[in-house]
């Protein structure tokens, strides 16, 4: 059984592969609207990206799904493509900062928070509909985007000596 402190992201373990796959996954597969769009019964594979565009106000007026629902897939594909576009700065910062050098118990709790404010970011942006309640998601985003940005700073110093 691992330490608290392992747990936490604190051990000398460098968890950063681990963190980059499992934001791959998180971003492109479970993020994804596929699954949802198929459960309902509005996934098009000839052009998915334009499946709620097409399909989803005819699906709520012939009683299919419902206006709820569809606003749920339209958030769920933009916590989807949030997740993809972000994906791309998180690794290069993480990549960054391992390959600078920067200490690995740094690395590991700054991906832990990443982790931890993606996943809660995903939950919001999807279930969350309450205008007041949503700004949660950009709580969580900056967050996330914080968490890269030490790891950018840390490595900026480390490739400096500062």
């Keep these: 059984m691992a330490s608290s402190a392992a747990t936490l992201g604190l051990s000398t373990t460098n968890y950063a592969p681990a963190f980059l796959g499992f934001h791959f996954i998180f971003a492109y597969g479970v993020l994804s609207s596929r699954t949802l769009k198929q459960y309902y019964g509005l996934d098009h594979n000839e052009s998915p990206r334009e499946d709620l565009a097409k399909y989803g106000d005819a699906a709520v007026k012939s009683g299919k799904i419902t206006q709820k629902q569809l606003n749920m897939l339209r958030r769920n594909e933009s916590a989807h493509a949030n997740a993809v576009e972000n994906y791309a700065f998180f690794a290069s910062a993480l990549c960054m900062a391992v390959f600078s050098g920067v200490d690995v118990k740094f690395v590991n709790r700054a991906g832990l928070v990443y982790t931890a404010a993606r996943?809660?970011?995903?939950?919001?942006?999807?279930?969350?509909?309450h205008r007041t309640w949503s700004q949660l998601r950009g709580i969580t985003w900056w967050i996330g985007n914080i968490s890269s940005l030490s790891l950018l700073w840390a490595s900026y110093n480390k490739l400096n000596g500062a």
């Design 119 to 129: 996943i809660a970011y995903g939950f919001v942006y999807i279930l969350i509909e």
